[in-house]
């Protein structure tokens, strides 16, 4: 019977691990795409969330997500959402990498303004809403979020950043190059795991083109590199080759003796100063050659 005993509760304890295992997964990810919202519910928006799809819907406020400072990537379009929240509300989203908001209803470009206290956003959508269309859109979204690197669909040119620096066709704003296409596509029974390595994806292809089309990076990178190759240039090297430096036996005993804390004797002392004459020599190439034949 006590066997039965242990081997039900080691099953129940099981199953309740299992079950808490689960639990946290499905905290962690939100997908509610299509699902007919009006509303958010704070049931909803856990604080370890850190995936939330919420596309297609017919969400007008999206505040009660203010408890989610974990999240790493938001997405929102497709909605019915005016307003953008506060300064506070987006300095709390500290990790949010990637925030979807395109075809929205949003109109005022100065509340759009607040997501500059998102400290590591990456990239942002907001094509097809009123506001794409105001003059001035994208260069006031732009050199407001500092740590932004591409918008709607297109990689952030280094001469949209830097006032009065003109490029070649090449690496100009709004460039065949510059762009990428960063929609989230939501796959049937999809998880964090897919969710999340899509992602990674996405982030990956951004630095790809960022790398190769930033004039800015591709100098640093040359800069690098050849201060890498000057550190190990052979007048550095040579530091690294020279030849060990002899002390004699005497000098070293009474180093040591120092080192140790004891005072050197009157013995020590003549001994010292009998050798102060001598100077320990290196054994000259040419000595070595001769051994080297004699041998």
């Known amino acids: 019977?006590?066997?039965?005993?242990?081997?039900?509760?080691?099953?129940?304890?099981?199953?309740?691990?299992?079950?808490?295992?689960?639990?946290?997964?499905?905290?962690?990810?939100?997908?509610?795409?299509?699902?007919?919202?009006?509303?958010?519910?704070?049931?909803?928006?856990?604080?370890?969330?850190?995936?939330?799809?919420?596309s297609k819907?017919?969400?007008?406020?999206?505040?009660?997500?203010?408890?989610?400072?974990?999240l790493i990537k938001l997405d929102l379009h497709s909605n019915q959402i005016r307003i953008v929240p506060d300064k506070k509300f987006w300095g709390e989203m500290k990790k949010?990498?990637?925030?979807?908001?395109?075809?929205?209803?949003?109109?005022?470009?100065?509340?759009m303004c607040s997501l500059?206290?998102?400290?590591?956003?990456?990239?942002?959508?907001l094509y097809d809403c009123p506001v794409s269309l105001k003059k001035g859109y994208r260069h006031v979204m732009v050199n407001s979020i500092w740590s932004l690197k591409?918008?709607?669909r297109y990689v952030i040119s280094d001469e949209e950043v830097i006032e009065n620096f003109t490029l070649p066709e090449r690496f100009k704003a709004l460039n065949k190059r510059l762009l990428c296409d960063i929609t989230s596509?939501?796959?049937?029974?999809?998880?964090?795991?897919?969710?999340?390595?899509?992602?990674?994806?996405?982030?990956?292809?951004?630095?790809?083109?960022?790398?190769?089309?930033?004039?800015?990076?591709?100098?640093?990178?040359w800069i690098r590199g050849h201060l890498t190759r000057r550190m190990w240039t052979k007048p550095h090297l040579n530091i690294l080759q020279r030849e060990p430096v002899i002390i004699h036996e005497k000098i070293a005993i009474n180093i040591q003796k120092e080192n140790e804390g004891k005072c050197p004797t009157k013995e020590d002392e003549k001994a010292a100063r009998a050798t102060e004459g001598e100077k320990p020599t290196l054994p000259g190439r040419k000595f070595l050659r001769s051994q080297k034949k004699g041998l």
Not at 116 to 125: E, G, V
Request: glycine share 0%; charged share 25%; aromatic share 4%.
């Open 96 to 111: 949010l990498k990637l925030l979807y908001l395109h075809d929205n209803s949003f109109v005022k470009l100065k509340n």
């Open 57 to 70: 819907n017919f969400i007008v406020d999206m505040s009660p997500l203010h408890s989610c400072t974990e």
């Open 150 to 152: 591409i918008l709607d």
């Open 185 to 221: 596509k939501v796959i049937k029974d999809t998880n964090y795991e897919k969710e999340l390595y899509q992602m990674n994806c996405t982030i990956s292809k951004i630095n790809k083109i960022v790398a190769h089309n930033s004039p800015v990076v591709i100098v640093q990178r």
């Open 116 to 125: 500059s206290t998102c400290p590591n956003l990456i990239a942002l959508t």
């Open 1 to 54: 019977m006590e066997e039965l005993e242990r081997r039900s509760s080691s099953q129940d304890r099981e199953e309740d691990s299992e079950n808490e295992l689960s639990d946290e997964k499905d905290s962690v990810f939100l997908c509610l795409h299509r699902s007919h919202l009006c509303a958010l519910e704070a049931t909803q928006c856990s604080r370890s969330l850190r995936i939330c799809i919420l």
